[in-house]
């Protein structure tokens, strides 16, 4: 167990960073499920940092489905089994949540190529109709197994070639970061998708229902950045929502 006043470190905010660690500790087994994690009066004086600052971080995780949040009592480590689970409220990347769920994470592309944006991409990114998108078409993977696949167009106006390159070899939100880029919000739609047209090669999946999460992502100042279709396989890849009265 770590001992006490340990200070935090990393990017972010404290509380981005406390959540990541408590996160880390939760995967790792610190916790078993059904167990009560230490107290927030002990994490505040554990991580130097306040009990507003800790009750904020322990709701993040609550929102992601790993923690269960009882008033009176404290917060404790949920079952939530073994699949990939993310809390829907939350902006991530998905290859970074699959490797902080102790999964393995991998991409394959079937097609990455520089067009011009069609009517649909040059809606949602607000850019003209023939501007430059890297249009994308990705299987995203769990230790082998396909968990996602998705469709993706990004905004590469102004974009230096180096990063454009990186965008094509693994995370787009990793690339982006790299130029200073940082999704910020995203606007998404969900629908339930039964279709044999989504998908492809030898691992795609027998079954034919997906989740499907229609997104824009925005930047700090609110531009689009990334249109994506990412058609998540029923069973592999979990969302949950945290409703209160």
Do not use: C
């Amino acid at each position: 167990m770590p001992k006490r006043s340990t200070p935090l470190g990393g990017q972010g905010t404290l509380t981005q960073r406390l959540r990541d660690v408590l996160r880390t500790r939760i995967l790792s087994g610190d916790w078993r499920p059904g167990e009560r994690i230490s107290s927030e009066t002990d994490l505040s004086e554990q991580y130097r940092v306040s009990r507003v600052t800790v009750r904020t971080a322990l709701k993040s995780l609550e929102s992601q489905g790993l923690l269960d949040i009882r008033h009176g009592s404290g917060a404790y480590v949920s079952n939530f089994g073994s699949s990939i689970r993310a809390g829907l409220q939350e902006l991530r990347s998905i290859t970074e949540t699959i490797r902080e769920l102790g999964f393995e994470p991998g991409m394959k592309f079937k097609s990455l190529q520089q067009v011009g944006a069609n009517s649909e991409q040059a809606a949602h990114l607000n850019i003209e109709e023939g501007a430059p998108v890297l249009a994308m078409e990705r299987a995203i993977l769990a230790d082998g197994e396909i968990v996602a696949y998705s469709y993706d167009a990004v905004a590469i106006a102004g974009l230096p070639s180096s990063v454009v390159q990186a965008i094509g070899k693994g995370s787009v939100f990793a690339a982006l970061a790299k130029f200073g880029v940082y999704p910020a919000r995203a606007f998404a739609e969900i629908h339930a998708i039964n279709s044999t047209e989504i998908g492809w090669g030898s691992k795609r999946p027998s079954g034919a229902l997906y989740l499907l999460l229609d997104q824009v992502h925005f930047d700090r100042d609110g531009n689009p950045l990334m249109h994506s279709k990412t058609y998540f396989v029923e069973g592999r890849f979990q969302f949950v929502i945290l409703r209160t009265s």
